[in-house]
């Protein structure tokens, strides 16, 4: 795995610097564990038991990223980057035929809009309403904190099986 270039989020930031500095730490930790791979290594179920791949990861915090910040938050009429589910599940876990080139790009293209929405709002107090439900800033930049670190434990276990590396 390439040398780890992540910043590492401050201990003594306020509320709103802490939040975003944590998301992108995870953010910048999935892109740690894909760094070096090959477009087949990226789409390798390497768990026998499961389905996952780190380039089906990559798509689905894209797809995240896309729905939280600038659907929910932003109320933009976007549609998903790959929509739908195939056979129970969603689209952007079926890898097989899809371009690792595309989907970093939109990935990375979803992170630096989710930024832009995020510092749109004054204060992590600030609501959206959202299906009948009041959805705060500072809700969505932690449930995205462990969006990611959920998927990042998949994404830790998954490269082990694929090349060794371990590590944070």
Known sequence: MNDDERTYPSKVADDRA??????????A????????????QLKQKAIPTSGLTLLGLVRHVASVERSWFRWIMNVEDVKMPW??????????????????????????????????????FNSLDDTVEFRGEIISLRY???????????????????????DGTVGE
């Not at 992170?111 to 510092?119: F, G, L, T």
Request: charged share 25%; with cysteine; proline share 1%.
């Open 140 to 162: 969505v930049l932690t449930h995205m904190i462990e969006e990611y670190a959920r998927h990042n434990g998949h994404a830790d276990l998954l490269r082990e099986a694929i």
């Open 83 to 120: 929509p739908g589910k195939i056979d129970g599940t969603f689209a952007e876990f079926h890898v097989e035929d899809a371009d690792v080139g595309e989907a970093f790009t939109v990935w990375r293209e979803e992170c630096a809009r989710a930024r832009a929405v995020a510092s749109s």
């Open 18 to 27: 802490s939040l975003t500095s944590f998301l992108d730490y995870q953010r």
């Open 29 to 40: 930790t999935l892109a740690l564990k894909c760094a070096g791979l090959t477009s087949e």
